[in-house]
């Protein structure tokens, strides 16, 4: 049972526009949520977080936006840039279960085109 | 680098064989995490210690197990290797109260 789903396995985008990658979740016990970003050959780094206390989040280019009630989530880039293009994950944990045991979606692979 | 240490980066066994992967947490984190991602696969949860006592475990196989030594440094061992353990694994770190995870970068392990 995937407990983080991102429906979309890949986009693509043009430079200097917004890019939205997406993440659903099933179990409404998460009440904190990551983005990580892969390049390939490396680990994946973390980018941005959100407690479920808050609707938004912003770091820079990059927000977050948590829609609680429809156990959604997504990721804002604007405006998006070539080095951008990298796999992105959504992550959820239960911070009540003192493990921070994160669940991982499957990734979205993020091109930008120049 | 991101301070987390994972060795060796590539490995190749055959099948049935037992490989230990080993992983050096950031310094200072206590926690460590085991991930493991296949093909066209998300993050998969393994297992994650905590101060040298298993905290929370995942979908491990029965063949695989892990430890935390009392130097924090982690190790994961795979016993009876099949085909479809071929997969990058990746431990990570945190502090005993985080907002995430810092990862390492990968161990690929393909079995032949």
């Given at each position: 049972d995937q407990q983080v789903k991102q429906n979309s396995p890949s986009l693509s985008v043009?430079?200097?526009?917004?890019?939205?990658l997406n993440c659903d979740y099933t179990n409404s016990m998460f009440d904190y949520f990551l983005w990580y970003k892969k390049y390939p050959a490396e680990g994946p780094t973390f980018l941005i977080s959100i407690s479920s206390i808050k609707d938004k989040n912003e770091d820079g280019r990059f927000t977050v936006f948590l829609n609680k009630s429809a156990k959604h989530l997504s990721l804002h880039i604007v405006p998006s840039q070539p080095g951008d293009s990298a796999v992105y994950f959504c992550a959820a944990s239960d911070s009540t279960s003192g493990t921070y045991k994160y669940i991982f979606g499957t990734g979205t692979r993020l091109k930008v085109l120049a | 680098?991101?301070?987390v240490t994972q060795t060796p980066k590539h490995l190749i066994t055959a099948t049935g064989q037992r490989v230990t992967l080993r992983c050096s947490p950031r310094s200072g984190d206590l926690s460590v995490y085991w991930y493991q991602?296949?093909?066209d696969q998300g993050l998969q949860f393994l297992i994650q210690y905590?101060?040298?006592e298993e905290r929370a475990k995942g979908n491990i196989l029965e063949r695989f197990s892990a430890q935390q030594f009392p130097d924090l440094h982690s190790e994961l061992n795979l016993s009876s290797l099949e085909l479809g353990d071929s997969a990058l694994y990746f431990c990570a770190s945190s502090p005993s109260v985080g907002s995430g995870?810092?990862?390492?970068s990968g161990t690929r392990l393909t079995v032949v």
């Open positions: 043009q430079e200097g526009r917004i890019s939205i | 680098d991101s301070g991602q296949s093909l905590y101060n040298g995870y810092t990862f390492g």
